[in-house]
């Protein structure tokens, strides 16, 4: 009897046991950062961005996810869904002149010909992906879904994609460790590259002839006498689908 009763508490713990370990599994919402844009030629307020790609089946509310760079800066993203197959472009700034809606109109004036996208949002923030080198976006519980290390090697006005369709991989260095070499193949993992290093087929030149006319603020072309310039990407457009 002793050995019954033994036997049956074992097998009610294992019960339990599974069922607590199945209720308290890690869920990683399908997230990835397919692309972002390190350092625009000329003005960057409104001009840095990143975008997220959805590569699930279901639809993902951003509400209470987070850009950071693991240390001290951290970008919160408002409440943006992605559809599966779908992006997201979010839009770094700070300028306390200038409102979240005017760095999503910037963006849409520079790259998507001034039409407006609701996959575009504009953040407030004094985050900064050239003083990041490491960039790491997690959700709203604070688990790291993708990890990002770079070095200071990019070519202004050319973003960095994700040049490989595989999404298993979701960790790429650390900015100790980088393993983003956009100066050619990757060395640690190969993944990320600069437009200059493997020419992406989606990607194209951004047009900066609307940005003056943009919140009433002037971002010049070198020709007129400023310093802005054109950059490459494909931000909304890349191939990433499995």
Not at 18 to 28: I, T
Not at 159 to 166: C, F, G, P, R
Request: net charge negative; hydrophobic share 40%; proline share 5%.
């Amino acid at each position: 009897m002793r050995t019954s009763v033994g036997l049956a508490a074992l097998a009610v713990s294992a019960l339990f046991g599974s069922v607590a370990s199945a209720q308290f599994a890690p869920v990683y919402e399908s997230i990835a950062i397919t692309e972002f844009l390190v350092t625009p030629i000329g003005e960057e307020e409104a001009r840095e961005w990143v975008e997220l790609y959805n590569f699930g089946k279901e639809p993902v509310d951003l509400k209470g996810f987070q850009l950071t760079d693991g240390k001290n800066e951290i970008c919160n993203i408002p409440a943006v869904t992605i559809k599966p197959n779908d992006f997201v472009i979010v839009v770094l700034g700070r300028d306390h002149q200038r409102y979240d809606e005017d760095r999503k109109k910037i963006f849409e004036a520079e790259w998507l010909g001034g039409k407006a996208d609701d996959r575009v949002v504009g953040i407030d923030s004094p985050f900064r992906l050239s003083r990041a080198m490491t960039l790491i976006l997690q959700n709203r519980r604070r688990t790291p879904l993708w990890i990002l290390g770079y070095k200071a090697d990019d070519k202004a006005g050319q973003s960095t994609y994700l040049a490989i369709k595989n999404f298993q991989v979701r960790s790429y260095g650390t900015a100790e460790k980088p393993a983003i070499d956009r100066r050619g193949p990757d060395g640690t993992v190969l993944g990320y590259e600069s437009q200059d290093a493997t020419k992406e087929a989606a990607a194209y030149t951004s047009d900066i002839s609307k940005l003056e006319h943009v919140g009433g603020f002037v971002f010049k072309s070198k020709a007129a006498g400023g310093t802005c310039e054109p950059s490459v990407g494909s931000p909304l457009k890349g191939d990433y689908a499995q």
